[in-house]
């Protein structure tokens, strides 16, 4: 397992943009699958999109989810946002030996957990 922070939450406006961030302590993830889900009140933990070993970047809609060149960050990009996206996300990791498998998409695909950082939507 790995320890993880997330940071860069907080209040947005509807239709703005907030860049999410997790660091690795110790570690570079560049040998991890990377997911982020986020919780929101009331609501069961989702998963967004995840980042399969090996890949930089991969998009799902106004989300996007890529690694910094050392590898010791991973980032989510959030455009366009909505209330409705108000949540605490998370990023989770899962270590792999090996290329050639896909990034899990549940919960129960990863190990390693962030605490999470808190984004409000509103106006």
């Known amino acids: 397992q790995v320890q993880l922070v997330e940071s860069g939450g907080g209040l947005v406006q509807p239709g703005g943009s907030l860049r999410l961030s997790c660091a690795a302590s110790g570690v570079t993830l560049d040998t991890y699958h990377i997911g982020w889900f986020r919780q929101a009140p009331g609501k069961e933990r989702e998963g967004l999109l995840c980042?399969?070993?090996g890949i930089s970047t991969t998009v799902k809609g106004r989300f996007t989810i890529s690694r910094d060149r050392t590898g010791n960050t991973v980032y989510l990009q959030m455009n366009a946002l909505k209330p409705e996206d108000t949540a605490r996300y998370y990023c989770a990791a899962k270590q792999v030996a090996s290329w050639g498998t896909a990034c899990p998409t549940a919960e129960s695909g990863y190990d390693s957990w962030g605490q999470g950082t808190q984004v409000i939507v509103s106006s």
């Open positions: 980042l399969t070993r």
